[in-house]
DNA sequence: CGCTGGCCAGTAATGACATCA
DNA sequence: ATGATGTCATTACTGGCCAGC
């Protein structure tokens, strides 16, 4: 209302003075099949238009959706489909070429936040299953140190005789890993510890080892 | 070199008849917290709008680079700021607000893509680090398997020879250990015994060695 | 109530630079 | 080496929503 003096639909843009009349005279066009780009010369013929600089901002719903299917189609525009469009929709080249630039860049930070939500979610159901495995290795671990205390008490049972100066290993509990180290040697430990340095062990030798 | 055909930088700007006089006499700050925006009345001097488009587009590199110092100072722009630093740029008042809306449009997508790189690392890592345990987990599984196995065994040769009457080493057991079975119960001890069946099986002959 | 002015998201357009034919 | 085009960053503007007077 107040600054907007500018009837904003109907309004005009006054700024193409200089509509780029200097361009080639020569259009020529080439057949050359080139893979991408070039090839457009001549600029004179679309006086036609709405005179380059009375252009009108927002396109019509009618234009950008057409635009829009055409995007779709290929991101990409070549000078004849740009041309094409252009008289199709009765817009300056240079706006379809406009529109296509600017589109590319829309769609490319809306691509951005499309694979960041996605990455979010795939993030935050990762972090849970970690968080599941850490509780179930920790559990394992555990219960890999019960058995094998158990073994460890069954072997020194088996030796001893019988159980006659068993030692509650519940004094203990957490100092198994010293025990065991006296017992089974470092590379038990290891093995718990750092699994993953040789993943499928086929633990059979490693039986052996111990009896 | 070649492309700076456009002098750019002596393009006039028509925008600064009005430099703003009619400016607040009431600076008046509040004490009172008004949440948010400012009153503004007043909006008379900026009538000569509508040549707006001719203005310079590109400010200086110093203007720039002012605005940007006040925009870490604050991300929002108040009337009194604006028009302070539109004075002293020798800016519309108007532009000063665009630039600063604008600015904070781009520091929000490259917000965005700080967090998405962030996000992106921390994934990636949390996919090796679930990888690694996962194979911890099998590992471990694997080995407790073989542990197990193990105490079968000597409880079998126990019974078959000596065969003290020895029973459940497990009750003995100290604090925290059991403690710990018993919060997991039996499903735990089952995961153990038949993790086989669910990950890979690899090995389910040698367990009959054994029994 | 309505008007005003600020915020934001979306768009159109421009300028600068890189490339390729 | 020149021009048509692409990308990036920027400037500007529109329109919708909302808060405060």
């Given amino acids: 209302m107040n600054h907007q003096i500018i009837e904003d639909d109907n309004m005009v843009l ?15 066009q080439g057949e050359s099949k080139p893979r991408r780009r070039r090839r457009k010369k001549n600029k004179l013929g679309e006086g036609s238009d709405q005179m380059m600089m009375m ?3 927002k396109l019509s719903e009618e234009q950008v959706n057409f635009l829009e299917q055409s ?14 469009l252009a008289a199709e929709l009765g817009l300056d080249p240079r706006q379809v070429a406009v529109w296509f630039q600017n589109r590319r860049a829309r769609w490319k930070s809306k691509k951005l936040e499309e694979e960041y939500s996605k990455l979010k979610s795939e993030h935050d159901n990762n972090v849970v ?3 599941r495995l850490e509780t179930e290795v920790l559990k394992l671990k555990e219960q890999l140190n019960e058995s094998e205390k158990e073994i460890k008490r069954l072997l020194l049972e ?3 005789g019988v159980s006659s100066n068993y030692t509650s290993p519940s004094a203990s509990s957490f100092s ?9 040697g470092m590379e038990a430990l290891d093995n ?8 499928y062990v086929q633990g059979l030798d ?3 080892l111990y009896i």
């Fill in 14 to 28: 006054i700024s193409q003075y200089y509509p780029d009349i200097y361009t080639q005279l020569v259009p020529q």
């Fill in 55 to 57: 252009r009108k901002r």
């Fill in 71 to 84: 995007f779709e189609d290929e991101h990409k525009l070549e000078s004849e489909r740009k041309d094409k």
């Fill in 129 to 131: 299953e970690k968080c």
């Fill in 158 to 160: 088996r030796c001893d």
């Fill in 176 to 184: 198994m890993e010293a025990q065991f180290l006296g017992e089974f």
């Fill in 192 to 199: 718990v510890f750092y699994a993953q340095e040789n993943n």
């Fill in 206 to 208: 490693w039986v052996n």
